[in-house]
């Protein structure tokens, strides 16, 4: 059974930075695709960033530029740079797992398609202010 942890949120003013972690134990090393998600109060859970199996990344519009993903396979952990944080990034942040599909030969991520991941952080809350 895989276990995803985040850490890492906190409050911060806008225009300052935060970087989430989540660390993945059991047996992660399967479960290549990873990803971030957030949920604002009274808004829908919208994916933030995601990395395939093969360390290719994927972006909403709204953090490009800002947010950088990436991944410790070593460690099993994921991690989140916010940079530039607005107010409209705060909400619950979620990190994600599932194993990729495999489609013909090649491995394939579900990107930001939320409901494809299998295993789920508690979250973590990151508040910016301004």
């Known amino acids: 059974q895989v276990q995803l942890a985040e850490s890492g949120g906190g409050s911060v003013q806008a225009g300052g930075s935060l970087r989430l972690s989540c660390v993945a134990s059991?047996?992660?090393?399967?479960?290549?695709?990873m990803g971030w998600s957030r949920q604002a109060q009274g808004k829908e859970r919208e994916g933030v960033a995601s990395?395939?199996?093969?360390?290719?990344?994927s972006y909403a519009d709204s953090v490009k530029g800002r947010f950088t993903i990436s991944r410790d396979n070593a460690k099993n952990t994921l991690f989140l740079q916010m940079n530039s944080l607005k107010p409209e990034d705060t909400g619950v942040y979620y990190c994600a797992a599932v194993r990729p599909m495999v489609v013909g030969g090649d491995w394939r991520c579900p990107r930001m398609a939320l409901d494809q991941y299998t295993h789920w952080g508690q979250g973590t809350q990151v508040t910016v202010s301004s």
């Open positions: 990395i395939d199996s093969d360390g290719s990344t």
């Open positions: 059991g047996y992660a090393y399967t479960h290549n695709c």
